[in-house]
């Protein structure tokens, strides 16, 4: 019966994937496809029928998107883009990115996020440190009822020395997301991946 609750733990959990590699590889231009039973789906469609959203790449350029229709590009967000701008610019990827959080967080169990993305968020000229990062982490989830119980931080760097120090969020290496997404492409073991983390902070 146990085992039953987990899996339905599981099954039931949404989980916000934002990692600049993991969107290349999953949503970008040479798509992987899951096959099984002589049918195909990208695997873009397979992980978001189960639960796991990934943020689509806008198909077009930087001055169209920001006069292109809200509702065309509500789930798009280039994370792979060098210059993120700001938040409060529509058309950025730093806006795009708050968007997506904002559409999907009530709802989620976890959001995952790649520190040298909320970096690049901070600008060319700005401290990095467990200060600003705590300081752009309040920005990005707007004061969000309960979303510090949601926020995952990893990174391919090892264990970060600028982590936030204030609010002690779970860290997971990327090697073992990147795994149960992108290797045996299993949300099982991404979500228990995820729980476990929740368990160690």
């Known amino acids: 019966m146990k085992a039953k609750l987990e899996y339905l733990e599981v099954a039931l959990s949404k989980i916000l994937i934002i990692d600049e590699r993991i969107q290349e590889n999953i ?6 496809k ?8 990208d695997f873009y469609h397979y992980f978001r029928q189960q639960g796991i959203m990934i943020p689509l790449i ?3 350029d930087v001055e169209d998107h920001r006069n292109c229709d809200d509702a065309a590009h509500i ?14 610019t529509k058309g950025t990827p730093a806006f795009d990115l708050a968007r997506f959080i904002e559409m999907h967080l009530d709802d989620s169990r976890f959001c995952v996020i790649h ?4 970096e690049k968020m901070l600008g060319e000229n700005e401290t990095k440190n467990s200060v600003a990062i705590h300081g752009l982490i309040e920005k990005l989830f707007n004061g969000r009822k309960g979303f510090e119980e949601k926020l995952i931080i990893t ?38 991946l995820l729980y476990n983390s929740r368990r160690t902070t």
């Open 27 to 32: 949503v970008g231009k040479e798509r992987k």
């Open 34 to 41: 899951y096959r099984a039973n002589e049918h195909e789906t």
């Open 58 to 60: 806008p198909v077009c």
């Open 75 to 88: 789930d798009c967000a280039d994370l792979n883009n060098t210059s993120f701008g700001k938040m409060e």
């Open 115 to 118: 520190l040298g993305l909320l």
């Open 155 to 192: 990174s391919g760097r090892g264990t970060p020395d600028n982590l936030p120090e204030k609010v002690r969020y779970p860290f997971v290496p990327l090697a073992p997301i990147q795994n149960a997404v992108e290797t045996v492409f299993d949300k099982y073991v991404l979500a228990k």
